[in-house]
């Protein structure tokens, strides 16, 4: 989710929502009509909910979100999935209380504070080991969600699995590897040109 997407979220759930005290009194009373209200407005935030839930559990990316002492809020279930937990067991932990090595989980909560501290975007990736002993390439994008007072709420973010783009990476650069290695084995002169007659490559015979 960006941050623009995320603002607009809010902006349409503020506009269709009322926060429960609207509906009291000055005495802290709620009228039949105002019951009647509450009732309504609290149906819509559960069906914005599921709607919302429904979204994040047909995407394949792992979505979350951490609050100002950089603790889990929320969590889809494909990085449940991911990690082997279950929703309980995540919410209001961080990183090093989820068994993260010390190292990784040390730059994950820098980098959600910096967030915060900054209102600026972050995108990296890492190495990272699951409870099965799976491992796999992460890239990771951790979004600021400004609140009606323009401070940072929330960090919000969203992580994909490039194992494979990774792996396909290395295999282009082994074989390159190889490929440099017979082309300098050639004993005699050896040099390619492109369609417009500019060197690609010479091997050290050929310079």
């Known amino acids: 989710m960006s941050n623009r997407d995320a603002q607009q979220s809010q902006t349409a759930s503020d506009a269709e929502v009322k926060p429960e005290n609207s509906f009291r009194d000055e005495n802290g009373n709620l009228s039949e009509q105002n019951q009647s209200e509450l009732h309504e407005s609290n149906r819509q935030m559960d069906e914005q909910t599921r709607y919302f839930e429904a979204i994040l559990s047909s995407s394949r990316d792992f979505a979350y979100a951490f609050n100002k002492e950089g603790r889990f809020v929320f969590v889809s279930q494909a990085l449940l999935d991911c990690w082997g937990w279950k ?4 919410i209001g932990k961080n990183f090093f209380d989820l068994e993260y090595p010390e190292d990784l989980a040390a730059k994950l909560q820098q980098q959600i504070q910096q967030v915060f501290d900054t209102k600026q975007s972050i995108r990296d990736e890492t190495l990272y080991t699951g409870k099965s002993g799976n491992e796999g390439f992460y890239e990771y994008i951790f979004n ?10 929330l960090v919000v973010g969203t992580t994909r699995n490039i194992t494979e783009r990774k792996r396909s990476e290395v295999e282009i650069e082994q074989y390159g590897n190889l490929n440099r290695e017979i082309l300098e084995s050639i004993t005699d002169a050896f040099f390619a040109i492109d369609e417009e007659w500019r060197f690609t490559y010479a091997n050290k015979q050929a310079e």
Not at 144 to 153: C, H, L, R, T, Y
Request: overall charge negative; charged content about 30%; hydrophobic content about 50%.
């Open 144 to 153: 600021p969600f400004f609140g009606a007072d323009g401070a940072v709420e």
């Open 87 to 90: 929703f309980e067991e995540v």
